[in-house]
């Protein structure tokens, strides 16, 4: 089946450098990919939708210049966490939708995810 | 606001029994899927239904669709030890990219 796979799976870094995740479709193209953070016994929160080619569409809230998304080809999608703070700890979550598959069936394969801790 | 509120927040039975998570959506959608989730992990789908579907199985699992009470259930029968996660329901309307996922039901099955 449709693997997803994120990397790093954990991270920890100063306050103020940055740091990037990535989302890779192993077996699969991904025309789209979403970003989710999730806090400690909490449900997901879309931050942005990834669509390969374009420029990622953020959900409200979200801050474009903290969380740079680029999505520069059908299998990878990398989240940028700039200067990041201590408050920007939490557990970040990717998923893809299969290219060309599922019509009018939305089934996400999803990142294991990276636990992100900012000193 | 969520779109999925789910209950109860948590559950916790023993070996054996069934489980019952129930959810909640206030507009129109055009599929509703459960999800699973390990402990800092990633979601596993489960179990997608359409919305002109009423009931679905697959394996132990269960899943009922009300949409004139916009809400559904997930049953899983004869729990085990292994079933222990968090489970969350997520809906999406036609033509829409995104899912969106309720809060979720933490389940633990006591051995």
């Known amino acids: 089946g449709a693997v997803v796979s994120q990397h790093p799976s954990r991270v920890i870094c100063k306050s103020g450098t940055s740091v990037k995740i990535e989302c890779r479709s192993l077996d699969f193209q991904a025309t789209t990919m979403f970003w989710y953070r999730q806090f400690p016994k909490q449900s997901l929160m879309l931050m942005a939708t990834s669509n390969e080619g374009s420029k990622a569409t953020y959900e409200q809230g979200v801050e474009k210049d903290k969380f740079l998304i680029n999505h520069a080809s059908l299998t990878l999608s990398t989240l940028t966490v700039t200067s990041a703070h201590p408050e920007d700890s939490s557990f970040y979550i990717c998923?893809?939708?299969?290219?060309?598959?599922?019509?009018?069936?939305?089934?996400?394969?999803f990142g294991a995810g990276s636990r992100l801790t900012v000193l | 606001s969520q779109q999925g509120e789910e209950d109860p927040q948590a559950l916790s039975i023993q070996e054996g029994e069934n489980a019952t998570m129930n959810c909640s959506y206030k507009?129109?959608?055009?599929?509703l899927q459960w999800y699973r989730q390990n402990s800092g992990r990633g979601l596993v789908h489960l179990i997608l239904i359409r919305s002109n579907e009423r009931e679905k199985h697959s394996g132990r699992l269960r899943v009922t669709l009300d949409t004139s009470k916009k809400s559904s259930s997930l049953l899983i029968t004869a729990s085990r030890a292994a079933d222990t996660a968090s489970y969350f329901c997520a809906t999406d309307k036609r033509g829409a990219q995104k899912l969106v996922f309720g809060q979720g039901t933490r389940l633990t099955i006591n051995p």
């Open positions: 507009t129109s959608i055009n599929n």
């Open positions: 998923s893809a939708r299969e290219r060309g598959v599922g019509t009018g069936a939305n089934v996400l394969t």
